[in-house]
């Protein structure tokens, strides 16, 4: 086995590092380059391939594959987003040596039991629970055959995970997600490993802000349920406070409820340059979930380069930063929050804290080193 050499099966494109799962990929994949680690990326895609410069500057190769997106994948025992991802081609490539093979997300796991990557070193990275992703996506659906999609999955993808009894280690992001794999797969060592990031050190704006910030995918129905609650309950309760909603947004389900929100703009498919602007002018950056499943991303990375943070508890479950963020469970809590902070820069105590926190818990150097011992030593 090569003592420097790995396979990556990545369930998309990882670049641009856009949204939660891919950006974890994509960092992981920058610390094990950066590391001397020769990377083999194996990457997903649906609609035009686009190559991208970057990921092939830090990997030794990168394969594409197509998924098939046909209706007959959905009629499948196993999960559509599995089997629209089988690929002999993948097989082919992975079977030219006997480097180990890390699988990013459990829907790029179509390979992880096949007989004839038996003697592999194969390491299974956790990105959620699956199941109870999909689950969570169904109910928060609105459309009828997107909500039965995605029931129908959670499904498969309960029976599915089982596959993951043929990895060498299991990678966890959170620690629920941890003892998930722990209690249901004893025999197959679980690690907690967070996520990797874009941030390389915390930088919280001086001064105060100038209004409240709720950002993500706003096409998502999770998210853009979060923004009405947020509107409706929230800003509408704070008049004088101006609130901001940004995010990738091409649905227009906010249109209404925004135009009877005089005090919320919506700022709609921001560049990086512009999210940036974005994050770092807020004064409370405000983030709900009703999913307590994985490590949102979006919250690290405003916890590196924000003033105040306030979520909800199922935002922080399984995860170090609870202490970090100032914490409401309803709109009244919340509300009250908002008002108290909102006029307050960050302390020089909170500002401390968090380096400490973030530093000992999601250094990427830090946790490319224990990603490169779990590959190599698994």
Same mark, same amino acid.
């Given at each position: 086995?090569?003592?420097?050499?790995? @396979?990556?099966?990545?369930?998309?494109?990882?670049?641009?590092?856009?949204?939660?799962?891919?950006?974890?990929?994509?960092?992981?994949? #920058?610390?094990?380059?950066?590391?001397?680690?020769?990377?083999?990326?194996?990457?997903?895609?649906?609609?035009?391939?686009?190559?991208?410069?970057?990921?092939?500057?830090?990997?030794?190769?990168?394969?594409?594959?197509? =998924?098939?997106?046909?209706?007959?994948?959905?009629?499948?025992?196993?999960?559509?987003?599995?089997?629209?991802?089988?690929?002999?081609?993948?097989?082919?490539?992975?079977?030219?040596?006997?480097?180990?093979?890390?699988?990013?997300?459990?829907?790029?796991?179509?390979?992880?039991?096949?007989?004839?990557?038996? +003697?592999?070193?194969?390491?299974? =990275?956790?990105?959620?629970?699956? @199941?109870?992703?999909?689950?969570?996506?169904?109910?928060?659906?609105?459309?009828?055959?997107?909500?039965?999609?995605?029931?129908?999955?959670?499904?498969?993808?309960?029976?599915?995970?089982?596959?993951?009894?043929?990895?060498?280690?299991?990678?966890?992001?959170? @620690?629920?997600?941890?003892?998930?794999?722990?209690?249901?797969?004893?025999?197959?060592?679980?690690?907690?490993?967070?996520?990797? @990031?874009?941030?390389?050190?915390?930088?919280?704006?001086?001064?105060?802000?100038?209004?409240?910030?709720?950002?993500?995918?706003?096409?998502?129905?999770?998210?853009?349920?979060?923004?009405?609650?947020?509107?409706?309950?929230?800003?509408?309760?704070?008049?004088?406070?101006?609130?901001?909603?940004?995010?990738?947004?091409?649905?227009?389900?906010?249109?209404?409820?925004?135009?009877?929100?005089?005090?919320?703009?919506?700022?709609?498919?921001?560049?990086?340059?512009?999210?940036?602007?974005?994050?770092?002018?807020?004064?409370?950056?405000?983030?709900?979930?009703?999913?307590?499943?994985?490590?949102?991303?979006?919250?690290?990375?405003?916890?590196? #380069?924000? =003033?105040?943070?306030?979520?909800?508890?199922?935002?922080?479950?399984?995860?170090?930063?609870?202490?970090?963020?100032?914490?409401?469970?309803?709109?009244?809590?919340?509300?009250?929050?908002?008002?108290?902070?909102?006029?307050?820069?960050?302390?020089?105590?909170? +500002?401390?804290?968090?380096?400490?926190?973030?530093?000992?818990?999601?250094?990427?150097?830090? +946790?490319?080193?224990?990603?490169?011992?779990?590959?190599?030593?698994?």
């Amino acid at each position: 086995m090569s003592a420097n050499h790995v @396979h990556i099966i990545s369930f998309d494109i990882p670049y641009p590092a856009t949204y939660g799962g891919v950006i974890d990929v994509f960092y992981s994949i #920058q610390a094990l380059s950066q590391a001397g680690v020769a990377i083999d990326l194996h990457c997903f895609y649906k609609g035009e391939l686009q190559h991208h410069p970057q990921l092939e500057n830090l990997c030794r190769r990168v394969y594409y594959y197509k =998924r098939d997106m046909s209706f007959m994948q959905m009629l499948r025992c196993k999960p559509f987003a599995v089997c629209s991802r089988e690929s002999n081609e993948l097989l082919t490539n992975l079977l030219q040596d006997d480097a180990p093979i890390l699988f990013e997300g459990l829907v790029s796991c179509a390979l992880l039991s096949h007989p004839a990557l038996q +003697k592999r070193t194969k390491i299974f =990275r956790e990105s959620n629970i699956e @199941h109870d992703y999909y689950m969570a996506l169904s109910k928060a659906a609105r459309q009828l055959g997107k909500k039965l999609y995605l029931w129908a999955d959670a499904i498969r993808l309960r029976r599915f995970e089982s596959c993951v009894s043929h990895a060498q280690a299991i990678l966890a992001v959170a @620690h629920q997600d941890e003892a998930h794999f722990r209690k249901h797969y004893p025999n197959v060592p679980t690690y907690y490993l967070p996520s990797f @990031h874009p941030n390389n050190e915390v930088s919280i704006p001086d001064g105060k802000g100038r209004y409240i910030l709720y950002h993500g995918n706003l096409d998502v129905a999770e998210n853009y349920n979060a923004a009405e609650i947020i509107l409706r309950d929230i800003a509408s309760r704070l008049p004088q406070i101006p609130f901001i909603l940004a995010g990738r947004y091409h649905h227009h389900l906010l249109d209404d409820i925004i135009s009877r929100t005089p005090n919320a703009t919506l700022v709609a498919n921001p560049n990086s340059a512009e999210m940036n602007r974005l994050v770092t002018d807020a004064q409370i950056h405000l983030l709900l979930t009703e999913q307590a499943t994985g490590l949102k991303l979006k919250l690290l990375n405003v916890l590196y #380069q924000g =003033r105040h943070v306030i979520v909800n508890d199922k935002m922080v479950t399984g995860t170090d930063v609870a202490p970090l963020c100032h914490i409401g469970n309803n709109a009244d809590e919340i509300v009250t929050l908002c008002q108290q902070y909102f006029t307050h820069p960050v302390s020089t105590e909170d +500002k401390q804290l968090r380096v400490a926190t973030l530093s000992a818990h999601y250094d990427n150097h830090t +946790k490319g080193q224990q990603l490169i011992h779990h590959i190599f030593q698994s």
